[in-house]
Nanobody, 124 residues
Framework: QGQLVESGGDSVQAGGSLRLSCVASLGDFSTYCMAWFRQAPGKEREKVASINTVQSTNYAQFVKGRFTISRDNAKKTLDLQMDNLEPEDTAMYYC??????????????????WGQGTQVTVSS
């Protein structure tokens, strides 16, 4: 069984920055698509950014230009650099792993692995 453990969540003021990290115990980490999702209270979980096995990235429109996703296959880590944070970014942030054949295209119910989440709170 794989395990994902997130860290880095905190409370910051609008305009600030945070860096989230996820450490994966997935065997061959390099063969998984990885992503960050978020879920705010009363809202559905949504994909923030993803990175596939050849380092191609994809971002939700609402974070383009502000967030950067990256992975280190040797260290089995996934990071999310978040700059110019807005109060609307307040949410629980989750690390996720999926098989390349899907790579998060089949909905959240079919994602292979989830972390437990790390809370990000942005105040105005």
């Amino acid at each position: 069984q794989g395990q994902l453990v997130e860290s880095g969540g905190d409370s910051v003021q609008a305009g600030g920055s945070l860096r989230l990290s996820c450490v994966a115990s997935l065997g061959d980490f390099s063969t998984y698509c990885m992503a960050w999702f978020r879920q705010a209270p009363g809202k559905e979980r949504e994909k923030v950014a993803s990175i596939n096995t050849v380092q191609s990235t994809n971002y939700a429109q609402f974070v383009k230009g502000r967030f950067t996703i990256s992975r280190d296959n040797a260290k089995k880590t996934l990071d999310l650099q978040m700059d110019n944070l807005e109060p609307e970014d307040t949410a629980m942030y989750y690390c996720a792993a999926d098989v390349p054949a899907r790579c998060f295209t089949s909905g959240i119910k079919h994602v292979n692995y989830w972390g437990q989440g790390t809370q990000v709170t942005v105040s105005s």
